[in-house]
């Protein structure tokens, strides 16, 4: 069974930092794109940014690129999120998820809530 | 940089009756590359369609996606009381990656 489970979540102030873990299992981990979406809290699904299998191409959205940094350790089955520079606006649930066919996602994590707040 | 249009914002409907969302992109794009999800309150989304028509694994056949160019459709044709529920579309491009419409509120 696919298991992808985000942790590091929290309150911050702005402009601080934080960093995202996701502990994936149940499947081959480093054969797969991985992405992290967001949630703003009532909102709709934002797209954050994408890392191929062998981290040889990463993209960001617009709203956060220079701010974030996506990466991964595939020997410890594991995707992370750094988020510097943080904004009132960056809060919200953060999901690990598995790209699947012609770009869908088709395994999601319970998501890691990010609350930046003075 | 492609924009998905949900319609309409909300749908009010009973058990039984047939859904029919609606997702329009503002440029012409690969049916391959249009999903479709189902988010319940405090829940993960649950990826129902890719490739435009193609359901996901353990997706009852109630579901169904069609479309092309710039109109995509989400049927249900039966309402069962668990399809109540958030529906999104998504797009992947190269350049935009993942793109997701606002949403489409489905109610009783």
């Known amino acids: 069974e696919v298991q992808l489970v985000e942790s590091g979540g929290g309150l911050v102030k702005p402009g601080e930092s934080l960093t995202l873990s996701c502990a994936a299992s149940?499947?081959?981990?480093?054969?797969?794109?991985m992405n992290w979406v967001r949630q703003a809290p009532g909102k709709g699904l934002e797209w954050v940014s994408s890392?191929?299998?062998?981290?040889?191409?990463?993209y960001y959205a617009d709203s956060v690129k220079g701010r974030f940094t996506i990466s991964r350790d595939n020997a410890k089955n594991s995707l992370f999120l750094q988020m510097n520079s943080l904004r009132v606006e960056d809060t919200a649930v953060y999901y690990c998820a598995r790209d699947w066919r012609w770009g869908s996602v088709d395994s999601w994590g319970q998501g890691a809530l990010v609350t930046v707040s003075s | 940089e492609i924009v998905l249009t949900q319609s309409p914002g909300a749908l009010s409907l009973s058990l039984g009756e047939r859904a029919t969302l609606s997702c329009r992109a503002s440029q012409s794009v690969s049916s391959s590359y249009v999903a479709w999800y189902q988010q319940k309150p405090g829940q993960a989304p649950r990826l129902l369609i890719y490739g435009a028509s193609s359901r996901a694994t353990g997706i009852p056949d109630r579901f169904s996606g069609s479309g092309s160019g710039t109109d995509f459709t989400l049927t249900i044709s039966r309402l069962e009381p668990e399809d109540f529920a958030v529906y999104y579309c998504?797009?992947?491009?190269?350049?935009?990656?993942?793109?997701f419409g606002q949403g489409t509120r489905l109610e009783i």
């Open positions: 149940g499947f081959f981990f480093s054969s797969y794109t």
């Open positions: 890392i191929r299998s062998s981290s040889s191409d990463i």
């Open positions: 998504q797009h992947f491009g190269d350049s935009t990656r993942i793109t």
